[in-house]
């Protein structure tokens, strides 16, 4: 808490005066408490800047039986996927007073396990759990039945638990998929591989189905000897051109099912002496920064990554406020972002 120039701690009954409003109606936009009137919100907020105002959290903590605290569970905060979603779920979280717990499971199920058990006894007043392959139908209904337990809120992001009872945010998965395959088909190509992720439990379930889908649509196969599972990171784009190669496999196209894999496929495929997208055409999935700064820039199906991290913070905060409230699951669109890494060839090949 900031101090007057006389040395005494500036006060939420300073802030009023200086808006010009009653001391509840600061309450009110400072604890979120209740709807304010954004012209009246504004005027507070701008008291509490010129104040320098600083609430006392671990206060205001104690009295609610809160800690002001999330957590946060992701697969893996080396892939710059996650850890932009990490960024906007931390500074969606600073924005409403709460602090973000990181925990990276490195697809571990015991760190996952340790980590949740972590979580609890720190008395967070809720958890996110992003997309990973440890969180099945069954295995994430035992993961979240344990923060249930506790009574401590729960949203699970990128990952489909169908009719379980806990908020999910999802991404069409299938969707994207099926909108891989078509650009691909209608840049006239026909011979595709597939760089797949490390589980069927991922949201690789969903894209293979969907490319699937578009492409038998087309009247084309993918034959089995064309899917190659992947880690998930760079490496796994690497080895999954070289497990190509050395098949033998004929392809003018690959759909990597990230876009750190298909950043690994493109240099790979460049060091064996196969051009992109002059020989080959990539696409990859998720719209991370890198995608845009190599060369050749790495044309994607974009996820919305800000509006994920954005609404999971808000569902878990609408769950904290009202835990009897109907349990939501929201499915969110993707879309195509065309960079240099495909391009156009004869339906012949």
């Known amino acids: 808490m900031t101090s007057t120039s006389e040395g005494q701690p500036i006060t939420i009954k300073d802030i009023a005066a200086r808006a010009g409003v009653s001391i509840s109606t600061v309450s009110r936009v400072v604890n979120h408490s209740a709807r304010v009137d954004p012209a009246t919100e504004e005027r507070v907020h701008e008291a509490i800047d010129a104040l320098r105002y600083r609430p006392n959290l671990l206060a205001r903590g104690f009295r609610r039986k809160t800690t002001l605290t999330i957590g946060l569970l ?15 779920i931390e500074d969606a979280g600073f924005r409403e007073g709460y602090s973000v717990i990181l925990c990276n499971s490195d697809l571990s199920e015991i ?37 249930h337990e506790a009574n401590v809120p729960c949203v ?37 591989a597939c760089v797949v992720g490390p589980s069927d439990l991922t949201p690789s379930a ?21 899917v190659i599972r992947g880690n998930g990171r760079h490496d796994g784009g690497v080895a999954a051109v070289r497990e190509l190669l050395r098949r033998n496999i004929a392809f003018t196209a690959i759909f990597a099912f990230n876009d750190e894999m298909a950043i690994g496929v493109i240099g790979e495929l460049q060091r064996a002496g196969r051009r992109v997208p002059d020989d080959v055409s990539v696409i990859g999935f998720d719209n991370i920064p890198y995608a845009s700064a190599i060369f050749p820039s790495v044309t994607t199906i974009a996820q919305p990554i800000a509006e994920m991290g954005d609404r999971g913070v808000r569902l878990l905060l609408e769950r ?22 495909t391009r156009g060839r004869e339906p012949a090949d």
């Open 156 to 192: 699970v992001i990128d990952r489909d638990l169908e009719d379980f009872p806990v908020d999910q945010l999802l991404v069409d998965n299938e969707e994207g998929g099926d909108l891989a395959g078509r650009y691909l088909i209608g840049l006239g190509h026909r011979r595709i």
């Open 74 to 88: 992701v697969p893996d905060n080396s892939n710059p996927f996650f850890a932009e979603m990490a960024r906007v």
């Open 111 to 147: 760190k996952q396990s340790d980590y949740v058990d972590v979580l609890l006894a720190k008395r967070v007043d809720g958890v996110i759990l992003t997309s990973t392959g440890l969180i099945s139908s069954e295995g994430g209904a035992e993961t979240v039945n344990l923060i």
């Open 206 to 226: 969903g894209r293979i189905a969907g490319f699937r889908r578009a492409l038998g649509q087309a009247g084309l196969h993918l034959p089995e000897e064309s």
């Open 320 to 341: 904290i406020r009202q835990p009897d409230a109907p349990f939501q699951r929201i499915i969110l669109s993707t879309r195509l972002v065309e960079r240099e890494s």
